[in-house]
Structure formats: C-alpha cells, structure tokens
C-alpha cells in the first residue's frame, strides 16, 4: 500500500511570507507527527494528533508554527513569516494507535529553504 | 535533562564486518526503543525496536541490546554491506507519552 506522502519535496521561499506543508499519512492510521530536522541533527518533535484528541502541540518553536488535522486525515504544518532558521527538512509520520504498536512510518520529507 | 544520545557521531567499517552503534538514553521510565536508518534524502526507515522486558531482540542481521542497568542501547549489523551506509537514531519512548524521543544520529560508512 501508499506509504506517507509529503509535498511539496522541496520549497523555496523568502523570509517573511508564510508557507504552508502537507503530509497524507498511511491510511487508518490515526497518530500523526510531525518533525522538524535540522542538517546533520537527529529529529525535533514539533506536534502530534492522535484521533479526535487535542494535539500535543509542545514541540512547536514558536507561534508561528501551527498545524491542522482535516477529517482525522491529511494534515498541513503552516509556517508564518518565515525565518532563516526555519530552514530545515519538515519531516511527517503516522502510526497506528495501540498500547503495542508505537512504529512510526516517514514520509520523505520536505526541504524548505529560507532565503 | 532527560535525552537520548550517542556516543559516536559517525562510524566507519569495512564491508562484511560487524557494526556496533551505541546509544546511552538517561529516562529510567523508558520502556519501548527502535532503531531507525535514514537514507541520503529519505525519512527515517523502522529497523528494529524492543521493550524493556527485553534484553536483546534479534532482527535480519540486526540485534538490538538493551542494558537497563547503565540505561545503554545498542545495534548490531552483521556482515555490513555497502547498502547499510546511512544515519541510524536510535529513539526512546517514556511510557505513558506517545511521542518518540530521538537521538542525534550516527553516520555509518561502509567502506570497500
């Protein structure tokens, strides 16, 4: 089946406007997350939405960053007034949601470069 | 503060010979860890994870270690092969959260 799909694959804006990223997760997979991950750095968690629950937005940097979940499914990481050091690979998992299962399943991430 | 982290940074070997890649995490409520390997330009890919009932758990070619005692993490990559070349982060889960913590990757290179 479809693995979890991001786009755009690569988005280059300026500094100060506003972007916007997608990620359809694996179908039924109710947990989605999303990762903010910095070159040559491991993976900082930025939001989480698990079913119709509140999301766990404690990872998110700033109020610039926010993020929805439509339907329980496709989800949009929105970026206001761009800094350069948002420049980062914005990386989108899902996962079943069970007292066992944790894996998570990688889309391939998006590149977004801040000029 | 509470962290996953990595001994070695990076970590070279030649090809068909073992690879030890280290963790150390210092959450004591951890109880479920995995193994991820990320390719050049991909997501992270799900190795191998194992509970914290567990002391080792054995994959294809990968065992993954866990010592509770010295909260110490390890993967094993048997025969490496030129195909293994990537970042592998190992990440920790604390129980009750259902966020992974990961940490800051080591580059494995296998050399010919």
């Known amino acids: 089946g479809a693995g979890v799909s991001q786009s755009p694959s690569n988005k280059v804006t300026e500094k100060g406007k506003d972007v916007e990223l997608r990620c359809d997760p694996i179908?039924?997979?109710?947990?989605l997350y999303w990762y903010r991950q910095s070159l040559g750095q491991g993976l900082e968690f930025l939001i989480y939405?698990?079913?119709?629950?509140?999301?766990?937005k404690s990872g998110l940097p700033s109020d610039r960053f926010s993020a929805e979940r439509t339907g329980g499914s496709v989800s949009t990481l929105t970026i206001q007034r761009t800094q350069q050091e948002d420049s980062a690979v914005y990386l989108c998992?899902?996962?079943?949601?069970?007292?066992?299962?944790?894996?998570?399943?990688f889309g391939p991430g998006t590149r977004l470069t801040v000029t | 503060g509470e962290s996953v982290g990595l001994h070695l940074p990076t970590l070279s070997v030649q090809e068909g010979d073992n690879s030890i890649i280290n963790c150390a995490y210092s959450?004591?409520?951890?109880?479920?860890f995995i193994w991820y390997k990320q390719e050049s330009g991909k997501g992270p890919q799900f190795i191998i994870d194992i509970r914290s009932n567990m002391d080792k758990r054995q994959g294809q070619r990968v065992t993954v270690l866990l010592n509770k005692t010295v909260k110490h993490l390890s993967l094993q990559i048997a025969a490496t092969q030129p195909g293994d070349s990537a970042v592998y982060f190992c990440a920790e889960n604390k129980g009750s959260a259902r966020q992974l913590t990961f940490g800051s990757g080591t580059q494995l290179t296998v050399l010919p």
């Open positions: 959450n004591s409520a951890s109880d479920y």
């Open positions: 939405f698990q079913g119709n629950s509140a999301p766990d």
């Open positions: 179908s039924g997979h109710t947990a």
């Open positions: 998992a899902s996962s079943l949601y069970s007292g066992v299962d944790l894996e998570q399943y």
